[in-house]
């Protein structure tokens, strides 16, 4: 079981930046890829950004590559989404997922666990 709670989202300028963190509790985190997906009011829920168990494998959606990091912290059990650059269509839901697979799935439906969500507002 891994249980996750997103943290730092807020409103932020055009611009700016943010940085989200993805809490984890649960003994086998560290074997679990992390992925960040975002929902905006409307759409769908769209992939973000992922990172492997190991932190060796990034992977991100063509609208933030350049702009926004994904790391993690195996010790702190914690995975981050560095956001710059913020434009007001990021403005949406963030939220993190956790799956086994050993290359992180840009597909939700793929994912086992969820965190609750982090609002993040971008105005212009």
């Known amino acids: 079981q891994v249980q996750l709670v997103e943290s730092g989202g807020g409103l932020v300028q055009a611009g700016g930046s943010l940085r989200l963190s993805c809490a984890a509790s649960?003994?086998?985190?560290?074997?679990?890829?992390v992925g960040w997906f975002r929902q905006a009011p409307g759409k769908e829920r769209e992939f973000v950004a992922a990172?492997?168990?190991?932190?060796?494998?990034?992977y991100y959606a063509d609208s933030v590559e350049g702009r926004f990091t994904i790391s993690r912290d195996n010790a702190k059990k914690t995975v981050y989404l560095q956001m710059s650059s913020l434009k007001p269509d990021d403005t949406a839901v963030y939220y993190c997922a956790a799956d086994r697979e050993t290359v992180p799935p840009r597909i939700p439906q793929r994912y086992d666990y969820w965190g609750q969500g982090t609002q993040v507002t971008v105005s212009s």
């Open positions: 649960g003994r086998t985190f560290s074997s679990y890829a």
């Open positions: 990172i492997s168990w190991s932190g060796s494998g990034t």
